[in-house]
């Protein structure tokens, strides 16, 4: 669904830098809470993520957000406004991109665009070059005449997302806006949101993809079971869990464990080694003292292959915080947030 509301005027005017200041959100479906106290505070400017697996609540607090949904509890402010006494200077300020395309199948791309275009008040004239400006650039002119229904999965994706910056709006929702796209129009997708930002919008993104979150979000908010369980920009939640981990792949197999057991006498950690891959690994609480593991290998008369520092990834984060095998699969609330 893609919703594009009426544009930014004088009477809305961002009051505060937060572009989202929720504080204990609530929302049921009969017998079922689906959103239990979130809390998101969002700096105008920014592209926040939240993750979470099906049914965690992310579409059903976007939704709180957009004024969709009214909250059983709790507020909600976008720029300052609340979401439900000020929701139609909220709707004038916000774009809402959702799961499911309403592009018109029987028009089309360029129809589609010029419709939303005059719906929002533009004149027919100003909507067509608003329409032809927007095809150019999501890469679909040659496809603007088309039917709808000759267009691939990426290309509706990127006419419904089209659809919601008829008007550049100063928050956009974004709720899972690549699923089920190819890597290279997910890429393109990320350009346009990359772009946006830095032309001074705010970007709230659901997302079920972690490497999403991690190349676009200034900070992320993992939600699970309808309450917000972790918050922080990428490394803060990566750090979070664990410390890093220090790989060293000793020239000589036979080698792997002595330069474990250096590895231990240095860092002061158990290390742990392949002897098939010949590969020893070691967590690294005090990266600085990596010289001296070096050192003492050099001495050792071990020379080493290759070596790696990683941090946790967010894959991790996301499993060790939630619990969750598949960030996809959360079978309880699994017909709640769709």
Do not use: C
Not at 220 to 232: K, Q, S, T
């Amino acid at each position: 669904m893609t919703t594009t509301l009426a544009a930014h005027t004088a009477a809305t005017i961002p009051r505060t830098d937060l572009a989202i200041d929720a504080r204990g959100l609530v929302k049921h479906f009969g017998e079922t809470k689906a959103v239990n106290g979130v809390d998101l505070a969002v700096p105008a400017g920014t592209v926040y993520g939240v993750l979470g697996p099906n049914g965690a609540g992310k579409t059903t607090t976007v939704s709180m957000l957009a004024t969709l949904l009214r909250p059983d509890a709790g507020t909600a402010e976008i720029f300052g406004y609340d979401v439900v006494d000020d929701d139609v200077a909220v709707r004038s300020l916000i774009g809402v991109t959702g799961q499911y395309a309403s592009v018109d199948e029987d028009l089309s791309a360029v129809q589609n665009l010029v419709l939303f275009g005059r719906l929002l008040g533009k004149s027919r004239s100003a909507a067509k070059t608003r329409a032809e400006e927007l095809l150019a650039d999501f890469a679909l002119e040659e496809a603007a005449t088309r039917p709808l229904s000759e267009f691939s999965g990426g290309m509706r994706r990127r006419l419904d997302l089209a659809a919601s910056l008829i008007d550049t709006p100063p928050l956009l929702f974004l709720d899972e806006p690549t699923t089920g796209l190819d890597p290279r129009t997910r890429s393109q997708m990320w350009e346009t949101i990359r772009t946006l930002v830095a032309q001074g919008s705010t970007v709230l993104l659901t997302t079920q993809y972690l490497d999403e979150a991690d190349q676009l979000a200034d900070r992320i908010a993992v939600i699970d079971r309808g309450r917000v369980i972790a918050d922080g920009t990428s490394d803060q939640l990566k750090e979070s869990i664990g410390t890093s981990t220090l790989v060293l792949t000793p020239v000589t197999r036979a080698d792997a464990h002595e330069t474990a057991r250096i590895a231990e006498n240095v860092l002061g950690d158990a290390a742990a080694f392949s002897p098939e891959a010949g590969r020893v690994t070691v967590a690294l609480h005090h990266p600085d003292r990596v010289p001296d593991v070096l050192i003492a290998l050099r001495d050792a008369d071990i020379a080493i292959e290759e070596i790696t520092v990683s941090k946790p990834t967010l894959d991790e984060v996301f499993l060790t915080i939630t619990g969750q095998d598949d960030p996809n699969e959360h079978p309880s609330d699994q017909e709640v947030d769709r």
